[in-house]
């Protein structure tokens, strides 16, 4: 038992858990603020466009409320709510873009970092060894 609980505090204090961690909250912070952005700056102006359309309130009625003799509601109507479905969709949009354009700029400064990393470690041409030594002799007198 205390090898378990030893390889599972060495797995939680691996730096991965941690970064999925970290990148799952900022993730969900992330879903919150696109949710946001869609639903109050880009739907409304489109509603307005197609004729002040709110695309929550999009649906088709299946089956209406049922309500007894004093008014109540006993069973709730039921809707396709095909609008919702819209901005749903709208959400996933923006945020399968945004972590696109986010990988392709990571992996560019990836590139340039990898290149950068190569070219400093290029081995040193045969001249420039020469030169190197003849340099270092000169300065020795």
């Given at each position: ?134 340099r270092d002799l000169?300065?020795?007198?």
């Open positions: 038992m205390k090898q378990i609980i030893k390889e599972f505090k060495d797995f939680i204090s691996k730096g991965n858990v941690i970064d999925l961690a970290v990148g799952i909250i900022i993730g969900a912070a992330f879903g919150k603020i696109v949710a946001s952005l869609v639903a109050d700056v880009i739907m409304p102006p489109i509603g307005f466009l197609l004729g002040g359309v709110n695309f929550t309130d999009l649906k088709i009625l299946i089956h209406p409320a049922v309500t007894d003799a004093a008014g109540k509601v006993t069973k709730a109507a039921v809707t396709l709510n095909y609008g919702n479905f819209i901005q749903v969709c709208l959400e996933f949009l923006i945020v399968a873009f945004s972590v696109f354009i986010l990988v392709k700029a990571i992996s560019a400064f990836r590139r340039k970092q990898d290149a950068a990393e190569a070219e400093a470690t290029v081995p040193p041409t045969k001249e420039v060894e020469l030169l190197t030594e003849i000169l300065s020795k007198r």
